[in-house]
């Protein structure tokens, strides 16, 4: 049981319902971290308007949810490892053994999206200030200054769902636990 009440459509504040039944909409069901968000109107509007903003830049959807999970693996939010392992696998196609790899910060195989997580990995330890090293490894890849800002920004938007769902002990749904990754 979350430590935070999720919040429904019959419970949450005014200036949260529109939010909630968007996300309820476009899920098919209410996200439990939505329904913890809801506590707070500014903060699921923040969610939900950088969300759109951080789906608009130069990454592809499967590189933003490499982002996502690296961010969540990092800071032991099995909330987002499964949802965002459902999008990956629902929305961008990846394979079950590529999510699993990067749900568990190992290498998927995938010398681009491993340089993107590494290099989530490296943003989120040094707080962005981030080695010359593994500045360039990232470069290598093909990236340039604009997709290094855009990962700092995924990593703005995982935090605050990330360490959210962490303070409010949010429980998977029921819908997202198949994607939780498996451990050993």
């Known amino acids: 049981m979350s430590r935070i009440s999720v919040l429904n459509l019959l419970n949450v504040p005014a200036e949260s319902q529109a939010f909630v039944e968007k996300s309820q909409a476009s899920n098919g069901f209410l996200p439990n971290?939505?329904?913890?968000?809801?506590?707070?109107?500014?903060?699921?509007?923040?969610?939900?308007k950088v969300g759109a903003i951080n789906a608009s830049t130069s990454l592809t959807l499967t590189e933003r949810e490499v982002v996502q999970l690296a961010a969540a693996q990092g800071h032991g939010c099995d909330f987002c490892l499964a949802g965002h392992g459902a999008v990956m696998m629902k929305k961008a196609g990846a394979p079950r053994s590529v999510v699993q790899a990067l749900q568990t910060g190992a290498e998927s195989g995938d010398a681009r999206l491993d340089a993107v997580a590494a290099f989530t990995r490296s943003v989120i330890a040094t707080r962005g200030a981030v080695s010359d090293a593994d500045y360039q490894a990232f470069l290598a890849h093909g990236y340039g200054p604009r997709q290094a800002l855009e990962i700092v920004l995924g990593v703005s938007l995982a935090t605050l769902c990330n360490f959210a769902n962490n303070l409010g002990e949010t429980e998977v749904n029921a819908e997202l636990r198949p994607y939780l990754p498996h451990r050993a």
């Open 33 to 48: 971290l939505i329904g913890v968000l809801a506590h707070a109107p500014a903060a699921l509007e923040t969610y939900m």
